[in-house]
């Protein structure tokens, strides 16, 4: 495996997504930085030897301003570990290979997966309900069981759904799943002309209906963001309602 010899301008893609899928060690070096020269044979041997658990990025810190001030780079060489687009471990100066070695071993460590995170990448009802069993204020956990329930919609499923989700704050995402369960039942939700009739009962039995403004506002979450009949009936809401 080769170094990759990364940019400014190539920093997002070859760095912070390259760390959502493997950890990536960045080394931070200057051609004129005697330290760095001994450094970056070594560490690039120790990246090579994981055999792709891990990546190996070279910013030459002259040339890359922006990069260097991201991690406010005071002294070459500078060596960062990034997983999930965050800096899971560091060290400063040139390092002897054994102590090279133990730092990417602790990273590839610190980059396994969580019990918790295999089990939400399995992402079926069994995996989602041990998860919830482990950690049962999880709102990753709460959000993808929910979601499930919904798209699943036995009886009981979007009860059990709307429940779950009381018990998290709520989101942009949590709003649009409780909007799904609470019109999972009405054929409407699924859009057409029949939509913007049963939009246009529920406008008119406002402002006075409480019932009728979240049946309105559930089947506007339902809705396509892009489709402008969504942007045309929030402005009808808010005339109705102040």
């Given at each position: 495996?080769?170094?990759?010899?990364?940019?400014?301008?190539?920093?997002?893609?070859d760095?912070?997504?390259?760390?959502?899928?493997?950890?990536?060690?960045?080394d931070?070096?200057?051609?004129?930085?005697?330290?760095?020269?001994?450094?970056?044979?070594i560490?690039?041997?120790?990246?090579?030897?994981?055999?792709?658990a891990?990546?190996?990025?070279?910013?030459?810190?002259?040339?890359?301003?922006?990069?260097?001030?991201?991690?406010?780079?005071?002294?070459?060489?500078?060596?960062?570990?990034?997983?999930?687009?965050?800096?899971?471990?560091?060290?400063?100066?040139a390092?002897?290979e054994?102590?090279?070695?133990?730092?990417?071993?602790r990273?590839?460590?610190?980059?396994?997966?969580?019990?918790?995170e295999?089990?939400?990448?399995a992402?079926?009802d069994?995996?989602?309900?041990?998860?919830?069993?482990?950690?049962?204020?999880?709102?990753?956990?709460?959000?993808?069981?929910?979601?499930?329930?919904?798209e699943?919609?036995?009886?009981?499923?979007?009860?059990?759904?709307?429940?779950?989700?009381?018990?998290?704050?709520?989101?942009?995402?949590?709003r649009?799943?409780a909007?799904?369960?609470?019109?999972?039942?009405?054929?409407?939700?699924?859009?057409?002309?029949?939509?913007?009739?049963?939009?246009?009962?529920?406008?008119?039995?406002?402002?006075?209906?409480d019932?009728a403004?979240?049946?309105?506002?559930?089947?506007?979450?339902?809705?396509?963001?892009?489709?402008?009949?969504r942007?045309?009936?929030?402005?009808?809401?808010?005339?109705?309602?102040?």
């Amino acid at each position: 495996m080769t170094a990759l010899d990364v940019t400014d301008a190539t920093f997002e893609a070859d760095v912070l997504e390259r760390s959502d899928t493997v950890p990536v060690v960045i080394d931070l070096w200057a051609p004129w930085c005697g330290p760095c020269r001994t450094l970056g044979p070594i560490i690039e041997q120790v990246v090579d030897a994981t055999e792709g658990a891990a990546a190996l990025a070279k910013v030459n810190v002259d040339e890359n301003p922006r990069v260097s001030a991201t991690f406010e780079v005071q002294s070459i060489p500078a060596v960062f570990a990034i997983h999930k687009r965050q800096v899971i471990d560091r060290f400063i100066g040139a390092l002897p290979e054994r102590d090279v070695k133990e730092f990417v071993d602790r990273v590839l460590e610190r980059a396994q997966p969580t019990e918790i995170e295999l089990l939400l990448t399995a992402g079926d009802d069994d995996s989602l309900r041990k998860a919830l069993e482990l950690e049962p204020a999880n709102e990753q956990v709460i959000v993808s069981l929910a979601a499930l329930l919904v798209e699943r919609g036995e009886p009981g499923d979007h009860e059990e759904a709307l429940g779950l989700l009381e018990r998290i704050p709520e989101t942009a995402e949590t709003r649009r799943i409780a909007a799904l369960a609470r019109t999972a039942d009405r054929s409407v939700a699924t859009g057409g002309p029949e939509l913007v009739q049963e939009l246009d009962s529920l406008l008119a039995r406002l402002p006075g209906d409480d019932e009728a403004r979240q049946e309105v506002v559930d089947l506007l979450e339902t809705m396509d963001p892009e489709d402008p009949l969504r942007a045309q009936y929030r402005r009808a809401l808010a005339a109705k309602l102040f």
